[in-house]
């Protein structure tokens, strides 16, 4: 059982760049979401997505989109990058939409920086 | 909008003594409250959560955590610590009206002096 599974684990950016963050679950989760961590700030939630076709903002949605088109993808785009976007970024899933009946279970990051 | 706020970045300890980390919350709602732990070069895994009932909370690897709502307080005890304790914890908070959004902390670095 993989869990979830982030590609890639590191990626260099130019500014204007554009590229997409994968995120994958074997576990039939209905929910998952993107954080990105920085120093000092904890993890931001970026966007979120409840189930297949659903997806809303998080703290930080500026600069990224997202779709959930299938249960087990969960794409993180990033249009133009900028500095600012350079960051540790996490995707995490869960059984339910209602978190609380159920940890996240998260993957192991992808380390982006854009120079 | 809910918040969380983690007082201290930074917190070493001796092994064998106390560990006390610190979290207060914002929430408009009755909140569901979580404590995270981050080992080095890995996502994060859930060490305990309150959602009702019980104020205190039992969590794996010997820690603990009780919610006081007067305080709107969620701190996380161990009574001993381990050098297998260092890490970054995180402490978390969803409102019940909301229990899809999750927001994180900034987190407290624990380091365990031999």
């Known amino acids: 059982n993989a869990g979830v599974t982030q590609t890639p684990k590191f990626q260099v950016l130019k500014t204007g760049q554009s590229m997409t963050l994968q995120c994958a679950q074997d576990m039939n989760h209905e929910y998952m979401s993107w954080y990105r961590q920085d120093p000092g700030m904890g993890l931001r939630l970026i966007h979120y997505?409840?189930?297949?076709?659903?997806?809303d903002q998080g703290e930080v949605p500026n600069g990224y989109n997202v779709s959930r088109s299938t249960t087990e993808d969960f794409p993180l785009r990033l249009l133009s990058a900028a500095p600012s976007q350079t960051s540790v970024y996490f995707c995490?899933?869960?059984?339910?939409?209602?978190?609380?009946?159920?940890?996240?279970?998260f993957g192991n990051g992808t380390r982006l920086t854009v120079t | 909008a809910q918040s969380v706020t983690q007082l201290g970045s930074h917190v070493s300890v001796s092994e064998g003594a106390l560990v006390l980390l610190r979290c207060n919350y914002s929430?408009?709602?009755?909140?569901?409250l979580f404590w995270y732990v981050q080992y080095p070069n890995q996502g994060l895994q859930l060490l305990l959560k309150y959602t009702t009932g019980a104020t205190l909370v039992k969590g794996i690897n010997g820690f603990e955590a009780e919610f006081k709502k007067s305080e709107t307080s969620f701190h996380l005890t161990k009574p001993s610590a381990h050098m297998s304790d260092a890490a970054e914890y995180f402490c978390?908070?969803?409102?019940?009206?909301?229990?899809?959004?999750?927001?994180f902390g900034s987190g407290t670095r624990l380091s365990i002096r031999p």
């Open positions: 995490a899933s869960s059984i339910t939409p209602s978190s609380y009946n159920s940890p996240l279970h």
């Open positions: 929430s408009s709602v009755p909140p569901y």
């Open positions: 997505s409840v189930g297949a076709g659903i997806t």
């Open positions: 978390a908070v969803s409102e019940t009206s909301s229990a899809s959004k999750i927001i």
